[in-house]
């Protein structure tokens, strides 16, 4: 039952631009030893396009994964048909069997279960699928390339997969109104009519097709030399990238980028292409940080390594610096065409650069998973960050991912899983019993489905907006964080609350609600008071949240205090014997809510005063950050906040 | 039972013209990629989508064929069609109307795309796929009500069918593969949250409506309901021919369509106005272009002009903007103008 539809693609060599990408691929398709190609883009520019023009250059069919397929298409289980005709255990080809030999191409690979990608990706890497499942023991051997793709809007995928990943391109999609409008006059011509398109291109496409056998056949005799090796692991050193993997996709790619070139020695401009294709995907850079540096890098060390070695120069330029001077200004700074850029236009990008830095904190601060470090008990360690919010689902919701042994009277049945269970015994069980059913399915064979859903969680904000967080003007700042915030959690589907309190009156701006946007408005136009209660509030929190847990019970609720921890209004504004921070302090103590977790996010800024935010944090059992824990830059500091909020747990 | 007779005629509702006319060009041109349509409550969208039926033209089919294969398109049969042509079997064709159909919100996965017959496997212990919505909505309109609330993991499904006109099942046991190109309309309530931006920019069009303000225009509706309710058949009689007029447009556009020529102004046109409203992707600029090339066809002409661009800028930019973190972005009709040198 494995009938494809024919499909009319757009092809290959029509694709305008994108000539990263396609390199990439190219270079997949001639070198064996290359497996894995990540593209990564915006929505629209092309990426699905590329991967399925392929067919055109490679002669190989694209195996499209579907975003719904279960484990046992995936990698092949039980034939149902034959076990109950035969009685045979045989195995029913998946859809990795059928990708041997050709391309397989999974599009939006983040959406797609965790364990399922590392199957995928193992049994690429390793060219082998083993299979342990239903009575079928079983192996085969699997040789295809691997193309996946990833919407860099709302993805994570996490380091271990992109690493697995031999090359990772970014899809640089023509800015210019003349790259757009040749591409539109394309897809024009292709829409009116794609047979005719299909033949002014295929002479350029089998031209391709062309180049990639005879690199073929140059790598397939080359070997990494030494000297290229050590070039790579200098490199790889330099851009502090953990494992090897790196340093192997490397070496293979800047050999095979020769060998389409035609040659069998790989150049520095070689090692340097390589390089920002391998590399980059591996490397810790926070979040938003420009990637184009890389490049600068990799090409001083190779720089300085083709001075003493004897790797041939490209003829264009020579690049000579010191080690220590990759970052510096005074390095030889080349752009992609080989032409020396001015030392002015240098100083004005690096101006520019640092400008960009700088209005970027002001807005919004980097999002560092707050929520992560606080959960990591209860979600297991299978929740990779990005999937945190999916779970096993106990109704019947959600994705069916796969199927156990079931004695629930009334199951979710999984009637695929059940019949080949069942399958192997048939010959025996119509022996014994006199049935007109095909199959006999008894009770021991009935499976359930595993459902997963993705989990949503409540997050209510609730901020001080006294005076004195106005005063110093940290209203800026926690808007920031927020809203960074939000923008992370409006994605994943959760809801989101809005409260304010100060002495005029304790408002909650917004129940929770998937309606986030309306945040955004509040957040501009926040009533400002001058005193704190802050008693009152925790006490108006612990009322709302506790009819608010009722309602959505196994809901994770989080609230999200933002304050100095300045209270001052007791709870009777009249009084004025109580200590006010006492008071709430003692408050916070007898707050038990089982699921609602807190997270107490100091807007204090001086550091020689003391800290009463972060004992209410302790009071509250939540955990506690300042805000400029939350203007995450670099990656060890996001390490820091988790390690710190591992220890605070 | 009909239903196509108890629902209120396409033809006499008041207003929504941008509703109406993102149906139309899709109609035209499926190619458009569908539309979704934001609008409070009693706004007319489900009322609109589902009066379709009575205008969508007649279409041919292979006769018995699940996936309602069009024997005119070779490329775009299913495998046992194509089994059947290969073979040199003529295909019986009918013709059967094209039809709108909707996709409940308790829809499960299985039911969505397909899965193992249950029935025939008990009984002979063999293997048969058994259709699903995305067969049945193949060549058709697909309608989901409330696509907000659906669950991500079949809007996802939908989406990525609709986008590659193949429905690939590799589940239960199936491993199959259909055609599945239809038209999916999408309505949603922004006030029950929203769709992600990746997902909205996978929709063609959208068109956000209000309730009508006018006071005359309101009794108007009112009226029409009234008259409607009061004897559905007799209404929907009296408007026949205003209803012929409309499928017969619809299919005299489709034949221009094909004849329909875009200048090298224009497409630069649709370039600026994308560049200018800083628009991520091509997708954009493809479907104003097919949108225009659609609308002038809808207008009978068979140059592509301008004023063209005008009408169709918006349904394709509203939904597309770009927001800054939580920005509220508007579409300005002053800023395409002066993008359109008007």
Known sequence: MSWDVSQTYYPFSAIYGMEETKKALMCAIANRRIKSVLIKGPSGTGKTLVARSLGYISGKSIVNVPLNVTDEQLFGCLDFETAIKEGKVILQDGLLKRADGNILYMDDINLFEHRMVTGVIDAVLSGKVLIERENVSESYDVDTILVASVNNNDSYLSPSILDHFDMCVNVDYPE???????????????????????????????????????????????????????????????????????????????????????????????????????????????????????????????????????????????????????????????????????????????????????TKIGETFKTIDLFEGVDTRNRGKGAANGKRFQQMSADRTGRAVGSKMTDSKNPDMAFDATVRASAPFQKIRHENTDSDMAVIIEKQDIREKIRETKKSSTFLFAVD???????????VAVKGAILSLLKEH??????????????????????????????????????????????????????????????????????????????????????????????????????????????????????????????FAEALHGTYYTLDDLRVETYEEINLVHTATVKIL | MSNETLIFPFVRIVGQEKMKKALLLNIVDPS???????????????????????????????VGCPFHCDPRYPKRMCAQCRE???????????????????????????????????????????????????????????????????????????????????NYIEREGVSFSHPAKFILVGSMNPEEGSLRPQLLDRFGLCVDIEGEKDVDVRMEVIQRRMEFDRDPEAYLESCKDEIEEIRNKIIATREILPNVRMDQSIIRYIVMISIHFKLEG??????????????????????VTKEDLRTVAPLVLTHRLKKRAFDEATFDEKELNVCLGM
């Open chain 2, 32 to 62: 458009i990629g569908g539309v979704l349509i934001k609008g409070e409550k009693g706004t007319a969208k489900s009322t609109s989508v589902r009066s379709l039926t009575q205008i969508l033209p007649m279409r041919p089919t292979v």
């Open chain 1, 490 to 615: 409006y994605i994943k589907r959760d809801r989101v609350g809005f409260m304010t309190f100060n002495e005029k009156a304790i408002n909650m701006l917004l129940p929770p609600s998937r309606e986030v946007e309306v945040i955004y408005k509040l957040l501009d136009d926040l009533a400002i008071g001058r005193r704190t209660p802050l008693s009152a509030a925790l006490v108006y929190l612990n009322e709302y949240m506790s009819m608010y847990v009722k309602k959505r019970p196994g809901e994770d609720c989080y609230v999200i205090l933002v304050t100095d921890g300045e209270a001052n209004v007791p709870l009777d504004p009249t009084d004025t014997e109580t200590d006010a921070i006492q008071e709430a302090l003692e408050i916070a103590r007898k707050i038990n809510l089982p699921t609602v977790k807190w997270i107490v996010i100091d807007s204090e800024k001086r550091y020689d005063k003391e800290r009463h935010a972060k004992e």
């Open chain 2, 84 to 166: 059947k042509l290969a073979k040199g079997e003529k295909l019986e064709s009918q013709d059967m109307p094209m039809t709108v159909v909707e996709l409940p919100l308790s829809a499960t996965e299985d039911r969505v795309s397909g899965t193992l017959d249950l029935e025939h496997v008990l009984k002979t212990g063999e293997k048969k796929f058994e259709p699903g919505v995305l067969a049945q909505a193949n060549g058709n309109v697909l309608y989901v009500d409330e696509v907000n609330l659906l669950d991500d993991h079949i809007i996802d499904l939908l989406l990525d069918s609709a986008a590659m006109g193949v």
């Open chain 1, 176 to 358: 210019d109104a003349d790259g757009r409008i040749e591409i539109l006059m394309r897809s024009l011509e292709f829409d009116t009519d794609p047979d005719a398109f299909i033949a002014k291109y295929r002479e350029q496409d089998e031209e391709v097709a062309r180049k990639i056998a005879e690199a073929s056949e140059i790598v397939t005799n080359s070997e990494p030399t030494k000297d290229l090796l050590e070039t790579i692991a200098t490199v790889c050193k330099k851009m502090a990238i953990d494992g090897h993997r790196g340093d192997l996709s490397t070496a293979y790619v800047a050999l095979t980028l020769a060998a389409l070139d035609g040659r069998s020695e790989p150049v520095e401009a070689d090692v340097v292409e390589a390089a920002s294709l391998c590399i980059n995907h591996r490397r810790k850079i926070p979040k938003g940080r420009r990637v184009d540096r890389q490049k600068k890098i990799a090409r001083s060390v190779v720089g300085f390594n083709t001075e003493s070695r004897a790797m041939t120069k490209l003829p264009h330029d020579t690049v000579k610096m010191d080690e220590a001077s990759a970052d510096t200004p005074s390095a030889a700074d080349i752009d992609t065409s080989g032409n020396h850029v001015s030392k002015d236009e240098e100083q004005e990008r690096k101006h520019k650069e640092a400008e960009d830095v700088i």
């Open chain 2, 282 to 303: 091509h997708r954009a600029d493809i479907t104003m272009m097919r949108a225009a090339k659609a609308n002038a066809a809808l207008d009978g002409r068979t140059e």
């Open chain 1, 465 to 475: 907006t006294s005076g004195s967080l106005i005063i110093r003007n940290r209203m």
